[in-house]
């Protein structure tokens, strides 16, 4: 009842939910159009009442056959850059050698995330003197640590602001999560042209398409250890050289953010013009957006 009060309050056109509970709670506004990003996935009982649906990414565009409002592929784009600290280097706060090889992930320690299936394949087919960061925090952290069994390449750094200059530091990206919509991480790791080996979940095969990138069955850990072994031995430098860290360039123009700001308030305007011409329409409120 909450943000259906402040919709009405603030004579809002459009309310606008991110994730389920949002989602949940904007269904229940009158007199405002109703909308919703899909971050995870169509669920009914959060998005079958709203009046418009963003996908981040086509795959789930084509899985709303059944719902009757307007639909729209939008995609996420990065977060700005934040200001690093010129001090910030994870080699250095590691300790690694200029000729070692590091592996990094980015995300919450959660099952989804599939950071479990990455130590495996880590320990089974890195080369003894790779190192593995996993930067994020999570209800899994003390699992993956027992998982980890004192394997001293492993480094569960916890959460860190300063993702961009981060990802400065790795040679290599890895996401093994067993689900991902758009996956945000793997935006910022192509914007700092890392290499980039992926399990094939719904975003990252659109967002990889035709892109220098690797991709492995989602939960296979044999073969996400293959391919990592294989990523890093084309990385690996000649005995007594450092690590030669040419980045990556990648097509983010799908990915820009006034192209989607834009796209989104098309996206408004449409779902007003819609409701405006469905039968027994009332008026339009003149108040303004609210982004709840």
Same mark, same amino acid.
């Given at each position: 009842?909450?943000?259906?009060?402040?919709?009405?309050?603030?004579?809002?056109?459009?309310?606008?939910?991110?994730?389920?509970?949002?989602?949940?709670?904007?269904?229940?506004?009158?007199?405002?159009?109703?909308?919703?990003?899909?971050?995870?996935?169509?669920?009914?009982?959060?998005?079958?009442?709203?009046?418009?649906?963003?996908?981040?990414?086509?795959? %789930? $565009?084509? *899985?709303?056959?059944?719902?009757?409002? !307007?639909?729209? #592929? =939008?995609?996420?784009?990065?977060? &700005? /850059?934040?200001?690093?600290?010129?001090?910030?280097?994870?080699?250095?706060?590691?300790?690694?050698?200029?000729?070692?090889?590091?592996?990094?992930?980015?995300?919450?320690?959660?099952?989804?995330?599939?950071?479990?299936?990455?130590? %495996? $394949?880590? *320990?089974?087919?890195?080369?003894?003197? !790779?190192?593995? #960061? =996993?930067?994020?925090?999570?209800? &899994? /952290?003390?699992?993956?640590?027992?998982?980890?069994?004192?394997?001293?390449?492993?480094?569960?750094?916890?959460?860190?602001?300063?993702?961009?200059?981060?990802?400065?530091?790795?040679?290599?990206?890895?996401?093994?999560?067993?689900?991902? $919509?758009?996956?945000?991480?793997?935006?910022?790791?192509?914007?700092?042209?890392?290499?980039?080996?992926?399990?094939?979940?719904?975003?990252?095969?659109?967002?990889?398409?035709?892109?220098?990138?690797?991709?492995?069955?989602?939960?296979?850990?044999?073969?996400?250890?293959?391919?990592?072994?294989?990523?890093?031995?084309?990385?690996?430098?000649?005995?007594?050289?450092?690590?030669?860290?040419?980045?990556?360039?990648?097509?983010?123009?799908?990915?820009?953010?006034?192209?989607?700001?834009?796209?989104?308030?098309?996206?408004?305007?449409?779902?007003?013009?819609?409701?405006?011409?469905?039968?027994?329409?009332?008026?339009?409120?003149?108040?303004?957006?609210?982004?709840?």
């Amino acid at each position: 009842g909450r943000v259906r009060r402040l919709a009405r309050r603030l004579g809002a056109d459009i309310c606008h939910g991110h994730l389920g509970p949002a989602c949940k709670a904007v269904a229940e506004v009158r007199g405002a159009a109703r909308v919703a990003t899909l971050h995870v996935g169509y669920k009914a009982h959060h998005h079958a009442r709203q009046d418009g649906l963003i996908c981040v990414n086509r795959s %789930q $565009a084509q *899985q709303l056959q059944d719902f009757e409002g !307007a639909v729209s #592929v =939008i995609h996420n784009w990065a977060p &700005e /850059r934040a200001p690093a600290p010129l001090s910030l280097c994870l080699r250095r706060e590691l300790g690694l050698r200029p000729d070692q090889l590091l592996v990094g992930s980015v995300g919450r320690l959660h099952p989804s995330k599939g950071m479990d299936l990455l130590i %495996q $394949a880590f *320990q089974a087919e890195a080369p003894d003197d !790779a190192a593995l #960061v =996993i930067l994020g925090e999570g209800k &899994e /952290r003390e699992a993956l640590q027992r998982l980890c069994g004192g394997d001293s390449r492993i480094h569960l750094l916890g959460y860190r602001a300063q993702v961009d200059a981060a990802l400065q530091s790795l040679d290599l990206f890895v996401s093994a999560s067993r689900e991902e $919509a758009f996956p945000l991480a793997i935006l910022e790791a192509m914007r700092a042209g890392l290499p980039i080996l992926s399990t094939a979940t719904q975003g990252p095969q659109e967002m990889l398409a035709g892109q220098p990138a690797t991709l492995v069955p989602v939960g296979d850990v044999a073969a996400l250890g293959r391919a990592l072994r294989e990523r890093l031995q084309a990385l690996r430098p000649q005995p007594g050289q450092a690590v030669d860290r040419q980045r990556v360039d990648y097509c983010l123009s799908a990915y820009e953010r006034p192209q989607a700001v834009a796209r989104v308030i098309a996206f408004y305007r449409d779902v007003l013009s819609r409701r405006a011409k469905a039968p027994g329409a009332q008026p339009q409120l003149q108040g303004r957006a609210a982004h709840v």
